[in-house]
């Protein structure tokens, strides 16, 4: 069977990736997420195993110690981890699998496994991306500032990504973002099956 | 300003190769076609440059010894060649194009413009190639044969190119098409003028 491939999203804070992803999953169910585990308590609205594995900070040690995560980070005291069987198993059964990361998260999974295929999410400007934060209403002033020079760091970073996409426009950038996996399945190396069962007829 | 990319498109006769290509011609008006330059007599239904140039031999051998082609060949005692200088001038103004030439004319062009995307248009089967050949009804039983014959050589040759898309429905082999353009124009070092504009702003 033709492996499945794992394909990185990154993108700043307010550049929207949270919704052009929800759309992506819309139109193509058969794409699988990669649910991060992490040791914060669970907050409002969240629920086990639909964005996040909650686990104590002892199992998340335990799991760390077992070579369980691809990459993994402390932030303000808790962990978060990216478990590396549920991905090895999509792609062995042939799925294709959405890791939604950071750039640093993103680097230390690339080193491991260099075929994947990351995509970097942007706004079209500083100005649109803060504009977008204000529109939340879920942060002060300060806090948006500090969110947008978060994300002029990270932006720097697009540079290390396979592809970019800009989110000028909602329905463009889901379609572009579309088009990579589509395309990816179109890939020689991915087709390998197919031409097989063609040429063993030749 | 970005370069344009230059997209090879091959496939055996009966893949549905220029039905694929004028559908998307359709919805992607922006993108440009290679047209050959030939020695062969019009034929009925053709008209000067739209999927030909007509020259005559001579014209066609002072343009050769120009260095004028990207590649050439000679065919029952007719030149074909693929000009050089619009493919040229398409992608030094950011434009993509499309160039639909048999395998080996791919392998040539690929020798000498390593960075094109090329892509082999493929029959989900050869029976299904031998109906398709039946159905236009324009050739007899024995050169059906032979074409089949001439299919299997060029399949077997599938595996030099960047993509293989499989036509079995047409709509679904122009989206595959269209979305190995459109992923290409996401590529890094395709997005570096939007991100060089934003990152500007960093």
Redesign the interface.
Known sequence: MCKGRLFIVSGPSGCGKDTILSELFLRRPDIRFSISTITRAMRQGEREGQKYHFVSREEFLKLLEAGEFLEYNEFVGNYYGTPRTPVEVCIANGEDIILEIDVNGAAKVRSQMPEAVS?FI??????ELKRRLERRGTETPQQIESRAECA?KE??R??E??????NDDLQKAV??L???L???G???DR?EQ??DE??K??
């Open positions: 995509i942007m706004p079209p400007s500083i100005a002029k932006m720097k697009a540079i990504y396979d592809y970019i996409v800009v379609d572009d579309a088009s990579v589509r395309s990816d179109l890939k020689r087709q197919i031409l063609v040429l007829q030749c």
